[in-house]
């Protein structure tokens, strides 16, 4: 059984950047998707980006591409989404996922694995 478990969001200013860290434990993610989603409020769960633990292709929302990246540690079982040029609209919840096979979905629906959870608020 695999655990996630997000950290480093925060209240950053429009234009500023944000890490945030998911941690993963209690299984092998080596043939895992990971990704990442987020929700604001009053709307469902968006995909954001995501990539194969083992590496390789990378995907990414369009309102993300060009200012998110995903990226990844494995000796820490740690993957990283990496926030640049944030805008107010990015304010969400984000939530890191992983999937028990290694092509990446944007449905959440297809992920097997959640975190709790982060805050991310740009203000304007």
């Known amino acids: 059984q695999v655990q996630l478990v997000e950290s480093g969001g925060g209240l950053v200013q429009a234009g500023g950047s944000l890490r945030l860290s998911c941690a993963a434990s209690g299984g092998t993610v080596s043939n895992y998707a990971m990704g990442w989603f987020r929700q604001a409020p009053g709307k469902e769960r968006e995909f954001v980006t995501a990539i194969r633990w083992s590496g390789g292709s990378t995907y990414y929302a369009e309102s993300v591409r060009g200012r998110f990246t995903i990226s990844r540690d494995n000796a820490k079982n740690t993957v990283f989404l990496h926030m640049n040029s944030l805008k107010p609209e990015d304010t969400a919840v984000y939530y890191c996922?992983?999937?028990?096979?290694?092509?990446?979905?944007?449905?959440?629906?297809?992920?097997?694995?959640w975190g709790q959870g982060t805050q991310v608020t740009v203000s304007s």
């Open positions: 996922a992983a999937r028990r096979v290694v092509v990446v979905t944007t449905n959440p629906d297809d992920y097997d694995y």
